[in-house]
């Protein structure tokens, strides 16, 4: 009997570590203390809200209010 795409395939993993977010953001070139949020699309790309900084490498903010900016990252081929 042929075993189910379930049997073959690995179970997702059961929480996403620091160090995962760390290296995710390591690979798309981001200093990961500035990403806030990463959203990944399989036929769009990756999504990515950043805390801007400005010149002096300063936190941009005006009161409580950060300011954010967001990234897309096309998916290639």
């Given amino acids: 009997m ?3 795409d379930a ?3 690995p179970a ?3 929480h996403v570590t620091t160090d995962h977010l760390r290296a995710m953001c390591e690979i798309l070139g981001l200093p990961p203390e ?3 949020t990463i ?3 399989a036929s769009e790309g990756v999504t990515v809200t950043v805390l801007v ?3 002096t490498g300063h936190i941009v903010a005006r ?3 950060v300011l954010t ?3 897309h990252i096309p998916l290639g081929s």
């Fill in 2 to 4: 042929p075993s189910s």
């Fill in 7 to 9: 049997e073959t395939q």
């Fill in 12 to 14: 997702p993993t059961e």
């Fill in 34 to 36: 500035c990403v806030r």
């Fill in 39 to 41: 959203t990944s699309d």
């Fill in 53 to 55: 900084r400005d010149r």
């Fill in 63 to 65: 009161g409580d209010d």
């Fill in 69 to 71: 900016a967001t990234i």
